[in-house]
């Protein structure tokens, strides 16, 4: 399969040297069952770190993947530049990249996690993902796209590049969701206080690592994130607004059904499902400074919306911040890997420094 660069290219095209303190993995969620061979480790998490020599911020990233990618999705853009993780690292945060249980480098044993959903077909992601401008039944906005390195079609040497880093999600939404929270959870154990960012289905982790380690999540930056509220689509229905596995609701709720779902339409025109009033607050998210954040030619223009106003309705103090509003044009839903990616972090950033996260 071609490559989107030579070894000779990315050599001649490297910048200054990336000088950590150390670079190293660990595993989290590891959680022991008996089989008919004997006792063996199942949901576990892969974590790589990168510590900068010169650490200059008190609070450490964590960066959740999305759909079936991998935590690679954080480490280059699509022509082999360097990606969001190394860029933070270059600001003088510490990094660490999630593998979700059953992707990238967390091993997929369907022994042992369940069966695997359906992979994304091929002309899905150029829909979705590489090339929507292209496609004359269009989402709304997709015309904009502008920031994908190569065609985005298949045979381009990007889009191979891509697909190729691309697997299939577990069939059981609850119990891989539950596997992340754990691994999550375990690993701001390890490491204390963070900053979360997570991507489209890596969403959920966010935040249902918050429920369980309320104190240690200092802020969460969705990106994208898998929606709107109550969403019953693939990769897994939203049955508790935002997660397939029970969140912490005020008052307490038994069953997801308590939480009465109500329709409603957001300005301009878009659907979304709330809560039934007086609506039930997510205590445990209620001091976690939130980002939604949408590029300006995503589909996720049309689910982010009811996201964001799920969040503040239960009393969240979230933010639905749009790359256009702050001069970043052109984007599609995996903003991380495209041209501009050092601009949309940028933009992060900033919304950090504006809450006092960046000491």
């Not at 577990?170 to 701001?188: F, I, K, N, V, W």
């Not at 779902?261 to 445990?284: D, H, N, W, Y």
Request: glycine share 12%; net charge negative; aromatic share 6%.
């Amino acid at each position: 399969m071609s490559t989107p660069f030579s070894p000779r290219e990315l050599h001649a095209t490297a910048g200054e040297p990336l000088v950590l303190a150390r670079h190293g993995h660990v595993w989290t969620g590891l959680e022991s069952v008996s089989t008919d061979s004997g006792a063996a480790v199942r949901g576990q998490t892969y974590v790589e770190y990168w510590i900068p020599a010169e650490l200059q911020h008190r609070l450490p990233i964590v960066m959740v993947h999305g759909g079936g990618g991998q935590g690679l999705d954080y480490l280059s853009d699509l022509s082999g530049g360097e990606g969001w993780a190394q860029w933070f690292v270059r600001r003088g945060y510490a990094v660490y990249v999630v593998d979700r249980p059953g992707h990238g480098r967390s091993p997929a044993d369907p022994d042992l996690l369940g069966a695997p959903a359906p992979g994304l077909p091929t002309a899905m992601v150029e829909r979705l993902f590489s090339a929507p401008e292209q496609f004359e039944d269009r989402y709304p906005g997709a015309d904009l796209h502008s920031q994908w390195v190569g065609s985005g079609r298949p045979g381009d040497p990007t889009f191979d590049s891509f697909v190729a880093a691309m697997g299939p999600m577990p069939a059981d939404s609850a119990q891989h969701y539950t596997d992340c929270q754990r691994g999550g959870a375990e690993l701001l154990d390890l490491i204390g206080e963070a900053i979360l960012v997570t991507h489209s289905a890596g969403g959920p982790v966010g935040w249902l690592v918050a429920d369980a380690r309320p104190g240690r999540v200092k802020a969460i930056v969705a990106v994208e994130p898998i929606g709107p509220s109550f969403q019953a689509a693939p990769p897994g229905a939203l049955t508790w607004g935002l997660t397939a596995v029970p969140l912490t609701f005020d008052p307490p709720v038994s069953a997801p059904e308590d939480l009465g779902l109500t329709p409603t339409t957001l300005p301009p025109g878009i659907p979304a499902v709330l809560q039934s009033e007086p609506a039930r607050t997510l205590p445990k998210l209620a001091d976690v400074p939130v980002a939604v954040v949408t590029a300006e030619a995503s589909w996720a223009n049309g689910t982010d919306p009811g996201t964001v106003a799920f969040l503040q309705q239960a009393g969240v103090a979230a933010e639905h911040l749009r790359l256009a509003e702050h001069g970043v044009h052109g984007n599609g839903h995996m903003m991380m890997m495209e041209r501009n990616n050092a601009e949309s972090a940028a933009v992060i950033e900033a919304w950090l420094s504006s809450k006092g996260l960046t000491d």
